[in-house]
């Protein structure tokens, strides 16, 4: 009797390398492709015309399934002018819930490794998400903040910077009230319930928009 045959461990490991390489590579084709096809065109490269014209139709739906979400507060965004949405984080969902339940169109600081990821990335930066190198004072990342608020968009920041997994608030970082202070722009404070939530767990959520808080009169640095 022949004794059965084995592959090597590392032959394996190598071909799984290969395999995974291969995806990246396809993934990375594709959104190149997508980019030169002109699909950008079609909403003229502004995120301003894509969410509500383009994907909020199709994305809520699929939001509401994962999370049956409620909204409160809404009519305290304000309809025009930049401002700086500052949101808790609990939970995979938060991105997604909060840019559904939000009438305005939401520049979202993103964290570098997510819009790294071949289609993703692509995908979440035609939305108006900006990259933040967390754990380091990102200027480039609040330089193109500022400019996005300055010319009248929503810029949506996580103000505690990570998920917070045990449900406690966690620290806010000062990155959202910086932003609001250079530009003279209100803070649209919005509090997240969604911890508990995954995808086997697809419990009900709940977004909570409160009063612009207007920081004009405030001093923009320390030594002012």
């Known amino acids: ?51 509500p014209h383009f ?13 049956p979400a409620y909204g409160y507060g ?54 108006g998400a900006f990259s933040v190198r967390r754990g380091e004072g990102d200027r ?13 968009h929503m810029v949506g920041v996580f103000i505690e910077g990570t998920r917070q997994k045990f449900g406690y608030p966690g620290t806010v970082l000062p990155g959202g009230m910086m932003i609001a202070l250079q530009e003279e722009a209100p803070i649209v404070p919005c509090g997240v319930y969604s911890f508990g939530w995954s995808r086997r767990n697809r419990m009900p959520c709940a977004v909570v928009w409160g009063k612009p808080i207007d920081v004009s009169g405030l001093p923009r640095s320390s030594s002012s």
């Open 1 to 51: 009797m022949r004794p059965a045959f084995r592959r090597p461990l590392a032959l394996l490991s190598v071909r799984k390398s290969e395999a995974h390489s291969r995806r990246n590579c396809s993934a990375k084709l594709a959104a190149v492709f997508l980019t030169r096809l002109g699909v950008p065109k079609l909403w003229r490269g502004d995120p301003e015309a894509l969410w």
């Open 140 to 152: 480039e990342s609040l330089r193109e903040a500022r400019r996005l608020v300055a010319e009248g």
């Open 74 to 127: 809404m009519d305290r965004v304000p309809a025009e002018g930049g401002g700086v949405i500052a949101a808790n984080h609990l939970s995979a969902i938060d991105p997604p819930l909060v840019g559904m339940l939000c009438p305005r169109t939401i520049f979202f600081m993103t964290k570098a490794e997510l819009l790294a990821k071949p289609i993703v990335g692509d995908f979440l930066s035609w939305t």
């Open 55 to 67: 994907l909020r139709p199709y994305v809520a739906p699929f939001v509401s399934y994962l999370s």
